[in-house]
């Protein structure tokens, strides 16, 4: 049996994979990577697969910075496997990604490094899950129960325990609903019209939400009119002065 800091650091993985409620092929390809190399037997390793399926496992906070910053990129690198990253995903990696005070744009760029990486498979999604438990709810409810099951713990250590990530939360609106999207996934998707263009935008919002062109459209016109203060990218760009 593997020792005790490894199989915490695998079941965080397998957390991760299961948070859009599949385990996809090319995400369990990572896993036997990751298995191997922390010296997790193949009983073992299917054991942690049956708990993530049940949604019975925790994501342990390590205790020091490198640590989490290394767990961080193998959560990435699990979740984008399949080349896609869905909306419950990228909540669970944001609020990872909050205990080492990095920002969305900095996690988006990670993970878009991570997507453009070879060998990820964008099909894989669009194949058989012979893995899921059960069906999932729309990425766009607001309660996705994949998510919910995937809690934070901090790991037992002789120093100082991570700060909580109750206080960063704040930073995301809550007041300010917006067809009932999750505040991360609101947040992801004022990104994506602040910093890409208007046909980019449209693409990222309904990849994220997986809703038609013409549901995007309309998401994307309704957060420009909740946030008046919202500078779209294409008006950004338009409104510059020509030399």
Not at 35 to 40: E, K, N, P, Q, S
Not at 56 to 84: C, H, Q, Y
């Amino acid at each position: 049996m593997a020792d005790a800091g490894a199989r915490r650091k695998f079941e965080a993985l397998v957390a991760a994979a299961f948070a859009d409620g599949f385990l996809a092929d090319a995400e369990k390809t990572v896993l036997q990577r990751k298995a191997a190399r922390l010296g997790i037997s193949g009983s073992e390793m299917n054991e942690v697969i049956g708990l993530g399926q049940q949604r019975k496992l925790s994501i342990g906070i390590p205790a020091t910075t490198p640590e989490r910053e290394a767990l961080l990129d193998d959560l990435i690198e699990v979740v984008a496997a399949d080349g896609r990253v869905e909306a419950p995903e990228y909540s669970l990696l944001a609020r990872f990604a909050e205990t080492l005070k990095i920002g969305l744009p900095e996690l988006r760029q990670r993970v878009n490094r991570r997507l453009q990486a070879p060998g990820n498979d964008r099909n894989t999604k669009q194949q058989t899950r012979r893995e899921a438990p059960a069906p999932v709810k729309p990425a766009a409810d607001p309660q996705p129960p994949a998510f919910e099951s995937a809690q934070f713990q901090p790991q037992p250590a002789p120093m100082t325990p991570p700060p909580s990530s109750t206080a960063h939360h704040r930073d995301f609106p809550k007041e300010t609903k917006v067809a009932d999207l999750p505040p991360v996934t609101l947040q992801l998707l004022k990104q994506t019209i602040m910093f890409d263009t208007e046909t980019d935008s449209l693409a990222n919002i309904g990849r994220t939400l997986g809703i038609a062109p013409e549901a995007a459209a309309q998401i994307r016109n309704a957060i420009i009119a909740a946030f008046p203060d919202l500078k779209p990218a294409s008006q950004v760009i338009r409104g510059l002065p020509r030399r």
